[in-house]
């Protein structure tokens, strides 16, 4: 049994999955988990698309690389999908959602070309990794927080915080 829940936090890029990540993982509430880093450092992929400006990632090869150590537990994995995760590897699923207009500007000033700027704000508006994340995993352990201010972030990483003491709290017999 693990030790340490495994939490996803995902959405679209620009949401502040890695800030929230970074928090937590600073604070040493669990270890970050960035897959695109797994995927550069391990070779996780395919080759590079020009039209993405992104890896094409290899999902057999990325769920390989990270499988010990998720399956140890206290891991917090970072990243824009969730659904080819295996179900029994994650305790939580957290979906950051921004406002459109905030999103576009924090994606503008990534300097994101034009389609891929549209690509992900039409994401965010069609739902579709909220959608993704209630598809593959039990809705009970899917949350949707926004993302908009800093006081929402500094509140996701509280209520985070405490979803995990309270599933040690459940899950050991520390």
Known sequence: MRRSPNIIITG?????????CESLAEKGVLKHLSINQVVKDNGCHEGWSEEHQSWIV?????LDAIEDEVKEGGCIID???CDL?????????V????????????LAARNYHDAKLQENLDAEIMEVIIEEAREAFDEQIVIELTSNT???ME???DRIEQWIKNWRMNNTNA
Do not use: C
């Open 150 to 152: 800093s006081e929402e």
């Open 85 to 93: 995760f295996p179900e029994s590897w994650i305790d939580l699923v």
């Open 58 to 62: 290899d999902e057999d090869k990325l």
């Open 12 to 20: 679209t890029p620009g949401v502040g999955k890695t800030t929230l």
């Open 79 to 81: 990243w824009h999908a």
């Open 95 to 106: 979906v950051l959602r921004v406002d459109n207009t905030i999103l576009y500007d924090r």
């Open 155 to 157: 509140a996701n990483q």
